[in-house]
Every structure is written in C-alpha cells, then in structure tokens.
C-alpha cells in the first residue's frame, strides 16, 4: 500500500522559513514524479514545485520560484520542500503527490496518482 505522510508544516512569520518533509513507502518510487501542491481554502488546488526520483532537475510555479527548494533523500524515500521569505499568501494546506507520467514537468494534479494528507502552512502578516 503507497503511502505518502507530509510532515514539518506550521505558523511561521513573513519572512520566515519552514521546511516540509514527504516520506514515502509501499512500492519503488525510481520511476515517479514527486511534486508538492497547495490549496488554499476557496480556491483549487495548484503546483508548486516538481522533481523526480531519477536525475537532480526540478521544476517550479513562478509564484514560488527563487524561494522554495524541492530535494529528495533517495535513502530514506524522502522528498522535501525548503520554503524562505514566506509570505501570507504562501497560506494553505500542502500537499505531496506521486505519480508516473511521460511528461517532463506534470504540473497537473491529474497527472499524480497517490496524495499525502496533507500539511498546514500559515504565515501570518
């Protein structure tokens, strides 16, 4: 059974830093896109950032590019997001998705076939 547990989010100050951490288990993830979304309440779900468990490139939303990092831990099926200079609409529940697609940067939650729970991020103004 794929499991995916989002942990590290929290309330943190504009400005600040908050690091997300995705572990992943049941099944052998070589193959699969790792992508991080966020929804905030009213509004659909979006992406935030790409990478994949083979090679090192990524790929982000602009909204977030030059702030947020993603990097994964092959040894501990882990992948994360290092998120600096957060800002009150960075607001929202974070999401860790996995999925096996041919397309470079899926950057649709169409293309992600497990999800995590979910992790609460809050910055306040």
């Known amino acids: 059974q794929v499991q995916l547990v989002e942990s590290g989010g929290g309330l943190v100050q504009a400005g600040g830093s908050l690091k997300l951490s995705c572990a992943a288990s049941?099944?052998?993830?070589?193959?699969?896109?790792m992508g991080w979304f966020r929804q905030a309440p009213g509004k659909e779900r979006e992406f935030v950032a790409v990478i994949r468990w083979s090679g090192s490139a990524t790929y982000y939303a602009n909204s977030v590019k030059g702030r947020f990092t993603i990097s994964r831990d092959n040894a501990k099926n882990t992948v994360y997001l290092q998120m600096n200079s957060l800002k009150p609409e960075d607001t929202a529940v974070y999401y860790c998705a996995a999925g096996v697609t041919p397309i470079q940067w899926p950057t649709s939650p169409r293309n992600y076939e497990y999800w995590g729970q979910g992790t609460q991020v809050t910055v306040s103004s």
């Open positions: 049941g099944r052998t993830f070589s193959n699969y896109a």
